[in-house]
């Protein structure tokens, strides 16, 4: 049987039905869990999270009051330390697929036996066991008012998931633990990694590097540098950028595309805290704070299964772990982000500043933006291009919206297509053609914000059309 009696961590159950949080405490307890904790109602958590501090936490999604969604995203604010374990039922596996969006460590899904159970609670305590040390013995609190504002001044944002990650950011200043940070392709993951640097008050350089084109002989001769002599060419030593951050923070981008046998040689470095200039057998010491990103989630990178990416190296790399959120999850952000953007490049083309105009601002809120901010940035900058009158023309954007969210939509069916994911997963049950139109009909229609127009330009159909089916459907 699997023994737990080692660890001290607390084991928290929320779920609203006393016969399942019995049953779990009693699988807890067998495996030898010291300290489990029952909630029954949601809204009581905060509460027993104040007393606890560090703990994992198994949260059921389906609960009146405050559900299983709302806890956990109150949870990435408050306590974004915290691996959090969904347990859901067959009928809610597209909610649970949303958590891991949000931020949950993992999912078991309803009936639960002891393996599975025992194998999630394995990973949550392991990512504690990592992150613990810093929280417990380096004073690590969480402060609800941001210390020093100014370093994330370049970061446009009221959305309360990223103040969390600020907080969260201040907590660890402290830490020279590695940091992993996870986010959708231009979220915006090098400028926290700044934020990062800045914040921790290192008087060393804030040196990136790019791994992705990296194969494994070019990614040891980047980061480690080389001897005299090393190879053909190598005719003066060079040093590498973990001695050139020395001090300060090495930030490794892309860090999910490393080959496997240059993750063995960062698993080194981290572990071991050196490393060996190609043609050398003289060991250096790493001096530098270890900062990574990848546009990968976490599951991605932990499928090791699938021979993707090392387990050790992700614990490892994430100490401490930033999820960035993507911006159609911060919409309060986007009009934020397109009046600096749209200053930023009148001021570049040398263009008086003009308003956005609320047709512009209407089309960009239904956007769902799989490019995020990036995106963003090149509509605004053509849009400024091409400004003549007193507003952004939204015409200039809105053939450009349509082709990338049929784009995004086409990615979305294959990735439903992919084994393991079936139309019964995503729907509840194998939906009927009629069902399937309906439901194309309601997505579009909540991504424009109900303008019938763009709906109609996102489902490829004119607008008399789709006029007529919501008809049809009302008078059913």
Do not use: W
Request: some cysteine; charged content about 20%.
């Amino acid at each position: 049987m699997i023994n737990f009696s080692h660890s001290k961590v607390p084991v928290v159950l929320v779920d609203d039905e006393s016969s399942e949080l019995d049953a779990y405490g009693f699988l807890l307890t067998s495996m030898g869990v010291n300290q489990v904790v029952q909630v029954q109602d949601s809204r009581r958590l905060p509460g027993v999270m104040a007393d606890l501090g560090v703990c994992v936490l198994f949260l059921d999604l389906n609960m009146p009051h405050k559900s299983g969604l709302e806890v956990l995203k109150e949870l990435r604010v408050t306590h974004p330390h915290i691996p959090v374990v969904i347990i859901t039922a067959n009928s809610e596996i597209e909610s649970a697929v949303e958590c891991l969006k949000q931020g949950a460590h993992d999912y078991l899904v309803k009936p639960i036996n002891m393996n599975s159970f025992a194998s999630a609670l394995r990973n949550a305590l392991e990512i504690c066991a990592l992150r613990n040390e810093v929280l417990t013995l380096k004073g690590v609190s969480f402060n609800r008012n941001l210390k020093y504002p100014e370093h994330f001044q370049d970061i446009i944002t009221q959305n309360p998931t990223m103040i969390g990650l600020f907080q969260y950011i201040e907590s660890i200043s402290t830490s020279r633990e590695p940091i992993l940070i996870l986010g959708e392709t231009g979220t915006g993951k090098e400028l926290i990694s700044r934020a990062i640097h800045d914040v921790s008050g290192l008087g060393g350089p804030f040196v990136t590097v790019d791994v992705a084109g990296l194969d494994d002989n070019l990614f040891s001769d980047t980061l480690f540098g080389h001897s005299k002599g090393a190879y053909t060419g190598a005719d003066k030593h060079r040093e590498g950028l973990v001695e050139k951050a020395a001090g300060g923070s090495l930030f490794l981008d892309e860090i999910g595309d490393l080959s496997a046998a240059s993750q063995v040689k960062l698993l080194r470095l981290i572990q071991e805290g050196i490393f060996y200039p190609l043609g050398s057998d003289r060991p250096r010491t790493c001096r530098a704070r270890i900062i990574s990103a990848t546009n990968k989630s976490r599951n991605a990178l932990a499928a090791v299964d699938q021979d993707q990416f090392r387990s050790d190296l992700f614990f490892r790399l994430s100490t401490h772990l930033i999820q960035v959120p993507p911006l159609r999850e911060r919409k309060e952000d986007i009009p934020l982000i397109t009046a600096y953007l749209r200053d930023q490049a009148a001021k570049a083309m040398g263009k008086p500043v003009v308003e956005t105009g609320k047709q512009f601002s209407a089309a960009l809120a239904a956007h769902p933006f799989p490019g995020n901010i990036r995106e963003l940035k090149t509509y605004i900058y053509d849009a400024v291009a091409q400004s003549t009158d007193t507003s952004l023309r939204v015409d200039t954007i809105l053939d450009r919206l349509t082709d990338v969210s049929t784009v995004s939509q086409s990615q979305a069916a294959n990735a439903a297509a992919t084994p393991g994911i079936t139309l019964e997963d995503l729907m509840g049950g194998f939906p009927t053609l009629a069902a399937l139109t309906e439901y194309a009909i309601d997505q579009a229609l909540e991504r424009s914000n109900h303008n019938q127009s763009q709906a109609a330009r996102l489902l490829g159909l004119s607008k008399q059309a789709l006029s007529k089916r919501l008809k049809k459907r009302d008078k059913s």
